[in-house]
Every structure is written in structure tokens, then in C-alpha cells.
């Protein structure tokens, strides 16, 4: 079995990748893929504290995780619903261009 | 883990990394993708070869299963496995072999397109979940597969998305088979809950091995039927879905919006042979169900007539290929209801060889005439595209059927089954043999002879395109003499120890076959290669056909029927949604409008001059001072984004100072 580390560190990379794309990029729906990149890498870090934890006979981390996928999904879901109600009004998924609370 | 699992399980990893590979190919090195899909799918077919061959050689000669834990829960883990059996073994070599043709005329086909590479994935993807589809011993890894299938089926079909109608038939594709899929998921959920397994296989414990099979027998009825005719229904309501047939076949002409190759490789390899498989797969629990096998062949019965009927009055060279793609799936389900899966499983074998071959072929007709699609502004292709003509003659006689080519054999042991069972599927099988014949002669005929009546002019396509033509074609002229009712290599390989050298009555059968495909043929001749001018200004079949003619080409508007009801039915829906939100808003303004009254009479009251002018004062001041921290609310997500990402690093970095 490779080390925790090895595991902890494919997760780093996995988030890193997600922040770096929920940061610069500018089409929403990219933007939640992204999310859901930096989600799959806490859902990683969660299984592996698990595997590597105390207790790796007792099922509640994977349990949690797979818990924790059906929230992310609907989350997703939700989050499409929005960018779908945001292209509809304004007509555009560009982050940049939607910009009503401007100070 | 084993390394002969590892190596079996390679033939579908390589696929799949393939794909992985060119998504991941910079611009500046597209090429490479034909290549690299190839030479995956070239290594995959390899290694179907050996495990043919290691069957045949006898060194493997039980049906083998690997399963492990998916999810390991402690009571109960979730399972998956892979399957080593003849009905495996053949698929993988066929779709392996087919899907490495099509890769290759692809090569050809989309070169020079800018979006090689996400094509290239596409399909290796296709192809990889197809794979893992007919070597899953899961019904659930099956439905993973499956639904991955169906992924990529959009993305494929809607690969030219700037088109708005490639868009729709992808939505289309992707809708209508998710009809079906949903059958198939309430399918495998009712199977988990009465045997609380899903592996196919597993020592005596899987669903298909006798002591499930007994228990599913003596499981409840609902509706005066047992479960398992349910759960057998719900699955082939799926396969429905996924094999286009009546009343889901809506999607497979439209899906011919996608590269040819793509529709070479949905109508012969993958998607549609997915659904006839899994009844294949599913086989030993149908047979429980004598009234379902009959509701399976009547159903595969009047798809094949009904779009039989459809092809003849088509203009589109692809649609043509699509109805008749469509009929010969309704005979592969006629052939699995009355024959059983020896019999689906060779149609369905000679059927992708040589389908794969006509619409390769469509593929170079319509690169060498620049993208014409109608076979009324064809004609006289035969002098400019010989090799094309002379692969498409075989696919042609081969799908009319005509003997000893591929499709005479396949079609003609499902007609023989069909007649033990019943007249009147024998009626219908026996009059598609004949409009199959008929209009396969008129495709034929307009395509390549008479006179050609474009505008570009035409020319043969690159060798990359022919050679995998001429390859099938010889596929499509031999491989039937491996099912020949006198010594059926092809049943014995998929069902050992049982009798299925049938002769006596079937060479009656044959001879019947034979002269219908005849007769097909010469009355396609004598509309349409007498006078061919004349038959492609104006279709014959108009003439004689008037209104009926019509009601065909507009594909007996069993859309416009979709459209009208369950359409219709959406569009209620919503305007019922609509009027709820009007009273809503009603509701909302009434409420707010008293709202108003009182605030407004509170105002004139108190607000105006008690206490405005202070809270004026106040507010100009909190806004000059909070000018600044305004100046930070750009309103810009990613800018919010990345001040929240910092804050939380600078977090973290406190957190780690402390400890």
C-alpha cells in the first residue's frame, strides 16, 4: 500500500488544480468543474485519513464520503440551475461580465 | 491481482487511456490522435485474438469470472467482476475488429479537422465502455457502461455542434435512450432487492445461476405476472431504448447528424448491439418468461417491417442505412425471442460487419462527391468510385441476402425460427426480407448507376478509406459460411453440447429466402435500373405510391405523434407551472402593495420629518467613510473568489504558526 503521503499529495495536486481553474477562469460553468475537482480531492483526503486512520475496520469514513458525493452532486445541480437562471438573464456565463454588487 | 485478469482487463483499459491520451495532446501534436486511438484499439484487438484463440485451443473452456469488492462495506460490499465467455469472446473480437476499421477510415475521414483530438477520445471512449459492457459479470458495472455508452454517444452525435440540428439529435439521442436507461436502472434495483446480488456469475451465488434464478421464480406476483417477468420488461424496455427499437427508435435516423464514422460505429459495433447483448446477457432469466420472449419477438417483428417500410421512400444515403439499421435490430430481437441468443448473436455479428461496411462506404460516397448526401443527385458512381462500388456491391448483397454472402445465413436462420413459432411473424419477417431487398436495389441503383446527375466532380476517396472497405468486404462475403445450417460453427462456439445442425424443412426456408430476395431485387431493377433517368427525376415509387409514398418519407410522423402528445404534454406542464407563479406573483405584489399603504402612511406620519434628517446626516457619513471598503465589492466573482482563497490560506499559514 503506497504511504498517506502519496495519497495526500495526488490530493494537493487535485486541489490545487480545481482553485487554479475556480480562480482564473472565466465561464461559470467551467467554474464549477472546477469546484468539483477541489471536491473530489477533499473526498480523496477524507478516504484516506480513513483508510490510514485508527479505525480503518469501521465503515463511517467511507460511508461519510459517499454521503458527502450525493451533497456535491445535488450541489452541482443546484449550481447549474443558477448558471442556467444566469444565462437566461443575462444572457452570458462570463463571470466577469456579471457585476451588479459593485460597490 | 492474476496477471491473465490483468491482461483481459487491458483490452479495455487501453481504450480508455487512449481516450485520456488524446484529450490530453496539445494542439501542435493532433496528429498523433488517429494514431494513438489506432494503435490502442489494434493492441485490444490482439489480445481478443488470444483469448479467442486460447478458447478454441481448448485451454479455456468454462465460462470464467473475476469479481471483486467495490465498496467494501463489511455486511454487504459492492461487487463488480469481469466475465470470460463465448458471448464475450465474440463481441470483443467483433468490436475490437470492426472499431479498429472504422478508427482507421476515420484516420482518413477527419483529417485535417481542427478537433481531432477530442474526436479521437470520443471514440476510444466509446468503444472502451462498449468493451467494458460485454466483459462486465456485473449488472452493475453493465450500467455503468452502459450510461457511459450514452455519454459518448452525445458527445459524438453532436460533434459538429455549431449545426443546430447535429445539437438537437444529440439531445435527442441522449433523451430518448435515457427513456430507456431508466427502465434498466429500476431493473437492476428490483434484482438487487430480491437476490441481494449483482454479479451475474458467482460460483452458484449470481443472478443468473440456478439458485437465484429458482428464488426470483418464486418471488411475488404483481399485476397477475411474477417479478421476474417485471424486472424482465424493465429491462428490455431499456434495450429498447438502446437498440432502437419501436416505440424508441426515434433517435438513431437523426443520429446520423454525426461524423460517418461515428454512425458506422453506433449502428454497427457499440450502442445499438449493446441492447440486443444484453438480452443476450440476460437470457437464462427471459426463458424463465415464455409470454416475454413472445412480447420480444413481436416487438423485434414489427420494428423490422415498420422501418423496412420507412427506408423505401428515404432520400438520405445515411437514413436509408439508419431504418435499415433499425430493421435488422427488430429481426436480431425476432431471432433472440424465437431462436434464442445463438441465433440474435449471429445476425448480430454478420449484420456489423456488413453495416459497418455500408456506411463506411456511404462515408467515401459522400467525401467523394463533397458532402452530398441525397442518392436522387447521385448516379454514375461507379466509373468514378470502382473500389467503393465494388465494397458497397458486397455489403448490398449481402444485407439483401443472398446467398453465400454474410447476411443470407443470419437472416435466414431467424425466418426459419420465426416460422417454427408462428405464421405471423414468419408473414413478417419473410415481407422485410422482401422490402429489404427492394430498397437496398434502389440505393444501389441511384448511387452508383445511370447517369451522374451532381455539380462537383466526383473522385475516389484516399487508400487509408478503401482498405478497411475492401477488408469488411470480404468479412461480408465469408463470414456467414461460419453459421451455415449444416454445420453451425457459430452456435456451437457460443452454446457447446447443444443440437444446431437443423436441416429438412430449412432448405425449403432458404429456398424461399432466396427467391425473395430475388424477387426484391428484380423489382428494384425494373423500377429503377431500366430507365434511371427517369427514376431519378422522379421516384417511381411516388408515382405509384401518392399519399402513402408520403406518409413513408415523412417517416409516418411518429415524431410529429412525440411531438403532439408527450410534447404537448410538457408544454402543459409548464404553462400550468406558469400560472401558478402568476397567482404566486399576484399574491406577492397584493402583499406588497399593503405593505406599501402602511409604510407609506407611516412615513407621511413619523418618517419624513422626525427622523430622516438625522438618519440622512448618518447615512452620507457611514457611505463617505465606507467608500474605501465599497471600492473593494467589485462585483467580480473571480476577484471575491480569490480574496476568499487568500483569507483561507492566510489561515492556514496562522494555524501552522501557532502550532
Redesign the interface.
Known sequence: MPPLSFYLFFAAVLFCTG?AG???R?N?IV?LFSLELMFAACHLNLIAFWRYGPQP?L?HG??FT?FSIAVSGAEAAVGLALILRIFRHYRTVQ??E?????? | MNPHVTAYAAIVLLPLLAAAVCLCLPASRRAWAATIAVTAMAVSFAGSMAVLIRWLSGMTVHARQWNFDWIALPADPIRLGLLLDPYTILMLTMVTGVGLLIFVFAGGYMHGDPRRGGFFCSMSFFAAAMLGMVMSNSMLLLLICWELMGLASYLLIGFWFQKPEAAAAARKAFITTRIGDLGLLAATVWLSNQCGTLLFYDNGNGLLEAKNLDLLMQAGMWAGMGFVFWIALLAFWGAVGKSGQFPLHVWLPDAMEGPTPVSALIHAATMVAAGVFLMVRLYPLLVLEPVLLGIIASVGAFTALFAACIALAQRDIKRILAYSTVSQLGLMMLGLGVGGPAVAMFHLFTHAIFKALLFLAAGSVIHGTHHEQDIFKMGGLKKAMPVTCLAWGAGYLALAGIPPLAGFWSKDEIVYYAFKASPYLFAMAWATSLLTAFYTTRQFLLVFFGKYRGHHAPHESPRVMTVPLLILAAGAILAGLLGTPWKNLFAHFLEPGEIHDATGLNVVIMLVSFLTAITGIVLGWFLYGRHPEAAAAQDPLQRIGGRLYRTLADRLYVDEFYAATFGRLILALSQLAATVELVLEFLNRLLAGIAFGISWAAQKVGDQWMINGGFDFLCDRVRQKGAFFAALQTGKISISLRLMAGGVALLGLLLWMLH
Do not use: D, N
Open positions: 482553485l475556480a480562480l482564473s472565466r461559470a467554474v475496520e465503515y467511507q460511508v459517499l463571470v466577469t456579471i457585476r451588479e454588487l459593485k460597490g
